[in-house]
């Protein structure tokens, strides 16, 4: 459903080939995983997607529509979200329903259900500033999901976590995909959190960006059938992969 046919990225102001030639077919209900050193046009990629950025040199559609802009299809998290601390939980995450024209009991309706995915039910009626960060980032993930979103791009977002935080939120995201079946497209630098969240990884190089590398990979889909985490990283198949993408990526940065 989304498409990126020979999609090419010049940035003029830094003469900065940012991506080149980039194809790239995505299913519905897929999660795929963009991984990458630094400067490799992973942000880049995203921001056409999401239609924050455009480029004129290749093809980019969803549902065979180009895309021409932002849209209530995509919900974006980034790894730092602008939320707004002189409103709670509950009115950050329905502010954009709400400038919309949505009546309030159906904001409410959306938002109750939003919660629940994100496990914030208890939290509705807290400011942000009372939560920790990676409560915060939950929020923002259950902002970007309540306008029902087809697909939930994410850049990122759990890049400025500690690595407990960071481990728990990433199973809240694999069992909110599984009970929303969204299409997710997620960033990160991490190998680990990548081989773990991904169906599909995708392996991007810098100078220029490019996409070098994709495994079908299915540690998340044994983790949503009951395979404890731990038992998963640790397992033979999970290290001889990260081992191997480690050294695709030292290679090649
Ligand atoms: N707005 C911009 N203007 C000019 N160059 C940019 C801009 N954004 C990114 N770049 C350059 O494009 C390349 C890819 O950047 P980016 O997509 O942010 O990579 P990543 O997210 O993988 O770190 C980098 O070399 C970066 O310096
Ligand atoms: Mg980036």
Same mark, same amino acid.
């Given at each position: ?31 795929? $995983? ?10 880049? +990629? ?36 602008? *939320? ?24 409410? !309706?959306? =938002?109750?259900?939003? *919660?629940?995915?994100?496990? +914030? ?6 400011? $942000? ?10 929020? &923002? ?10 697909? *939930? ?10 690595? =407990? ?16 079946? !969204? ?7 991490? =190998? ?8 599909? *990884? ?10 070098? !590398?994709?495994?079908? $990979? ?11 985490? &731990? ?13 191997? =993408? ?8």
């Amino acid at each position: 459903m989304i498409n990126l046919n020979n999609v090419n990225l010049q940035y003029e102001n830094t003469a900065t080939l940012a991506l080149e030639n980039v194809n790239l077919k995505i299913q519905p209900k897929e999660f795929v $995983v963009i991984l990458g050193a630094s400067g490799c046009g992973k942000t880049s +990629l995203l921001n056409l997607i999401a239609g924050f950025l455009f480029t004129d040199n290749g093809d980019i559609t969803i549902n065979d529509h180009q895309v021409k802009g932002p849209g209530l299809d995509r919900g974006v998290v980034f790894q730092k979200n602008a *939320l707004m601390p002189w409103l709670n939980v509950e009115e950050n995450i329905g502010f954009g329903l709400k400038l919309r024209g949505v009546s309030k009991e159906e904001r409410t !309706k959306e =938002i109750t259900k939003v *919660l629940e995915w994100v496990d +914030l039910t208890e939290f509705r009626n807290n400011y $942000v500033y009372e939560l920790s960060g990676g409560m915060q980032q939950r929020v &923002g993930i259950a902002r970007a999901l309540v306008a029902n979103p087809e697909i *939930l791009l994410m850049d990122e977002p759990l890049g400025a976590l500690d690595a =407990i935080t960071r481990q728990d939120i990433q199973k809240v995201v694999l069992s909110l995909w599984q009970k929303t079946q !969204k299409t997710i497209l997620m960033i990160t630098h991490s =190998i680990e959190e990548a081989l773990f969240m991904a169906n599909k *990884l995708i392996i991007m190089t810098p100078r220029p960006g490019k996409i070098h !590398k994709t495994y079908d $990979v299915d540690f998340s889909k044994q983790y949503l059938e009951g395979v404890d985490a &731990g038992e998963i990283k640790r397992s033979q198949k999970f290290v001889n992969l990260k081992n191997e =993408i480690l050294e695709i990526i030292e290679a090649t940065s």
